[in-house]
């Protein structure tokens, strides 16, 4: 039923409208693209917590994957920081991908205005260590293990374009590739 509203929707794009039926079909578009984002976002959160997700964990240069995500964003002033050079990892470049590209739309919706992204890349215990901060727009009213639920965003006022799967699939993610995923909130800090 979804993709025949997305359809028709489309259809009647092409009809050009005008005044009350074209805002109203403005309506439709949005809504019927943002239900669209919402059932593949749920789809893809349930087969991530369910490990339904074929894995190919080759070694890549992390460095590089950051740089092409960070590039992908570029109303974004992001800072990268690597002390320690090239670093490698075995992970699957398509889901480390979607991990990085999730952080980078939560930066988009919820970052003050103006502030920066910074990204530290390093080595610790044989691991490679990617940390990703910025300061929030809004006051963070809620717990770092909340914000990591699914259907949660981090302030019940806001109203962008989100599903509150984000976080909850990153996590996912990375735990099917043998990886570990946490955040921390330090008053607007989130990181």
């Known amino acids: 039923p979804l993709t025949s509203i997305v359809n028709y929707v489309d259809l009647l794009k092409k009809e050009e409208l005008s005044g009350t039926a074209a805002e109203y079909l403005a309506v439709l578009d949005r809504q019927s693209n943002r239900l669209k984002k919402l059932t593949e976002d749920l789809v893809e959160a349930s087969k991530a917590s369910t490990g339904n997700i074929a894995v190919s964990l080759q070694p890549l240069v992390v460095n590089e994957i950051i740089l092409q995500a960070v590039g992908e964003y570029d109303q974004l002033e992001v800072i990268v920081n690597t002390f320690e050079g090239n670093l490698s990892a075995m992970a699957d470049s398509r889901l480390l ?21 910074y990204i530290d890349l390093g080595r610790r215990e044989n691991r490679v260590v990617l940390s990703m901060k910025n300061i929030s727009r809004d006051q963070l009213n809620i717990s770092a293990d909340e914000l990591m639920e699914r259907f949660v965003r981090g302030d019940s006022s806001r109203h962008a374009e989100g599903s509150g799967l984000g976080l909850n699939i990153a996590k996912s993610l990375m735990e099917l590739m043998g990886g570990t995923f946490s955040i921390a909130v330090d008053g607007d800090l989130f990181k």
């Open 97 to 117: 991908w979607r991990v990085l590209d999730n952080l980078l739309s939560n930066v988009c919706k919820y970052a003050m205005a103006g502030s920066r992204v």
